[in-house]
């Protein structure tokens, strides 16, 4: 099979940075097909249609190579790889007359121009590392975030919910408390939106949580990856902006971690003595976070602030935000990072809270 009797010679090379840049499960995921990553199988085929395998098989009709290149349908025979995958979807064959509506699907919906594809950026001169959040990159963020689409919308996040425990109603709950958002299917991404010279979407790192600055404005975004990929490291689980000083000083926070972010003081509906009262659980990692944030409902006065942290987030201007004798319990993982962590949060309220570190189930 050939991609180039329709594109012009000196474009020719546009397969081979397809091929590089992109594997069939988020591809299929992008185009709108149903996968099965357990067995590397999608459906229906986009040539016959078929939801299953003939002869009352309960599988689906096509199977992908272990690489994760190429594709089968058991019901039709077709075959292909990323590329015709796409020209299958777009057109209902697999090789098409004019490929460039494929190339622009690459180009113009994934990989947004040309210019973006790593390959063929030229040198830049070097800069000054940013260090804190700067105006560009708030702004970045915030557009970002305001673009993101509600989770329920979008089956393979809510199926990745649900495998970490989450049931649909908490799914939606989640959605109406809006702890975390799906990057939409199409469009731009900031150019920090990347990891390894691949956009987020195309790791399918397209689990989205807002992170806010000591003064509870969203100042970057940080994206859960819903599956694995031989592009990532592993035990890599979420990918923060390939921009120095986006992911230093801020955190996840639920709703009222957000108010004690922009006010620093106890909320008028807390008691005139509660300020003993307010705890302040700090935990590590987005299923966490979740958990907390949705273990108590909004009816309750007196549920705590539920912030998430990670390398580099935690700061001095975030724990001064804490109002004097609230209750910190730090629930950072078991191992030395948690324990990294909860010595972090320590040294910044210790004069100023009651401090507890949750170990095997007992305050310590």
């Avoid at 010679?9 to 546009?14: A, H, I, L």
Wanted: glycine share 6%; with cysteine.
């Amino acid at each position: 099979m050939t991609y180039y009797s329709n594109t012009p010679s000196k474009n020719k090379s546009w397969i081979q940075e397809v091929m590089a840049e992109f594997t069939l499960i988020p591809v299929a995921w992008l185009l709108g097909l149903f996968v099965e990553e357990r067995s590397n199988t999608i459906a229906p085929c986009p040539i016959c249609g078929k939801e299953k395998r003939e002869q009352g098989r309960n599988r689906l009709p096509i199977g992908l190579t272990k690489d994760l290149q190429g594709w089968r349908c058991h019901a039709c025979k077709a075959s292909g790889d990323v590329v015709s995958l796409v020209a299958a979807a777009m057109t209902g064959t697999t090789n098409p007359k004019d490929w460039r509506p494929v190339r622009s699907w690459f180009f113009g919906n994934v990989l947004q121009s040309e210019e973006t594809a790593p390959r063929r950026q030229a040198p830049r001169a070097k800069r000054k590392p940013v260090f804190n959040h700067d105006h560009q990159h708030i702004k970045e963020a915030q557009l970002l975030w305001d673009r993101c689409e509600p989770i329920l919308d979008h089956p393979r996040a809510a199926c990745w919910l649900e495998s970490r425990g989450f049931s649909v109603e908490e799914i939606a709950r989640a959605e109406d408390l809006d702890l975390c958002r799906v990057i939409p299917l199409s469009g731009p991404l900031p150019k920090w939106a990347r990891f390894g010279g691949y956009d987020w979407r195309t790791l399918l790192a397209v689990l989205v949580f807002p992170c806010f600055n000591s003064k509870g404005e969203v100042v970057s975004v940080r994206a859960r990856l819903l599956g694995e990929d031989k592009r990532i490291p592993a035990g890599l689980k979420t990918l923060a902006p390939a921009q120095r000083g986006m992911a230093t000083n801020s955190v996840l926070a639920n709703d009222l971690g957000k108010l004690i972010l922009k006010t620093g003081k106890i909320p008028e509906f807390y008691k005139q003595d509660a300020a003993s009262q307010l705890e302040v659980v700090v935990v590590e990692g987005e299923p966490d976070f979740l958990s907390w944030a949705l273990q108590f409902s909004d009816a309750d006065l007196f549920a705590p602030v539920v912030f998430a942290l990670w390398s580099g987030g935690w700061s001095q201007e975030i724990a001064d935000r804490i109002p004097s004798r609230a209750r910190v319990v730090a629930r950072t993982d078991q191992g030395e990072a948690g324990d990294r962590y909860a010595l972090e949060v320590y040294e910044s309220v210790k004069e100023r809270c009651d401090f507890f570190r949750w170990k095997g189930g007992r305050c310590d």
